[in-house]
């Protein structure tokens, strides 16, 4: 299957009860991970910039009893979240977010940046789109991470970025430990340091940052699997090595760069 298959179709079908059950642990993880980032701050309204299926747009309008709306590039998607009750309307991100300037209060980026062509395109949107002081939480995978600096040393290629659209490569001998892995199209795969220059270039205070886990599966060793989850628990206290990079910032009330005037 390849990028844009997976973007349009592949990603929402879910077969079997144990891959349903692991992806319905996954939301409720997620959900957890976005009210532990959340708490604290008040907002009445959420756009989900990657909304998907709308699942966590449900949950979290469930949980917090808010005004939730969803911008997807997969038509699917965007018809699945709104059987789910969200507002959601099919969207390319890195051009243009279709909601109105200073319309809402928080804006969740969660695993989405990093498949955007354009993430200054899609910081600006965020930007408008956002009321004065409003909060934008950008979750993202971390390029620099713990395992990803080991994968440096033997000359693989890291994870999370993709040589190709349509084959797993760069891995050699090692393949069988990494190639059941899908393809998802990440463009741009951030570092920490990099993630919050580019948030603060785009007039974002940065407010809050955390690390995040990711539930890798190895296809060949339950141990390896294991292991790893073990370490990745511990590296979420150093975002820097962390495997996902979770960054809050709120809107600053002056133009962002390449704003001036609009």
């Known amino acids: 299957m390849n990028v844009n298959e997976y973007y349009q179709k592949g990603r929402y079908d879910v077969v079997g009860s144990a891959a349903k059950r692991e992806l319905a642990d996954f939301y409720l993880k997620r959900l957890d991970t976005l009210t532990k980032v959340l708490h604290g701050y008040h907002f009445a309204n959420i756009l989900d910039a990657g909304c998907g299926d709308g699942q966590i747009g449900r949950l979290l309008k469930d949980s917090m009893h ?67 002081g409003g909060i934008v939480l950008i979750s993202t995978p971390n390029l620099s991470f713990w395992l990803n600096r080991i994968l440096f040393v033997f000359g693989l290629y890291p994870l999370f970025l993709e040589a190709s659209t349509e084959a797993k490569v760069g891995y050699g001998k090692f393949k069988r430990f990494f190639y059941s892995m899908q393809l998802v199209g990440h463009i741009h795969v951030f570092t920490l340091p990099a993630l919050v220059e580019l948030m603060k270039y785009h007039n974002f205070s940065i407010d809050r940052i955390m690390g995040g886990t990711v539930d890798f599966v190895s296809p060949s060793s339950k141990i390896i699997t294991y292991l790893y989850r073990m370490i990745d628990r511990l590296m979420t206290n150093i975002p820097s090595l962390s495997t996902d990079i979770i960054v809050v910032g709120i809107k600053q009330n002056n133009f962002p760069k390449g704003n001036e005037g609009r």
């Open 66 to 132: 808010v005004d939730v709306y969803g911008i997807d590039i997969s038509k699917k998607g965007v018809a699945l979240a709104r059987k789910k009750g969200l507002k959601a309307k099919v969207a390319d991100m890195s051009k243009k977010i279709p909601f109105g300037d200073a319309m809402f209060d928080l804006v969740i980026s969660s695993a989405t940046i990093e498949h955007v062509p354009n993430p200054d395109v899609f910081l600006k949107e965020i930007y408008r789109v956002l009321k004065p």
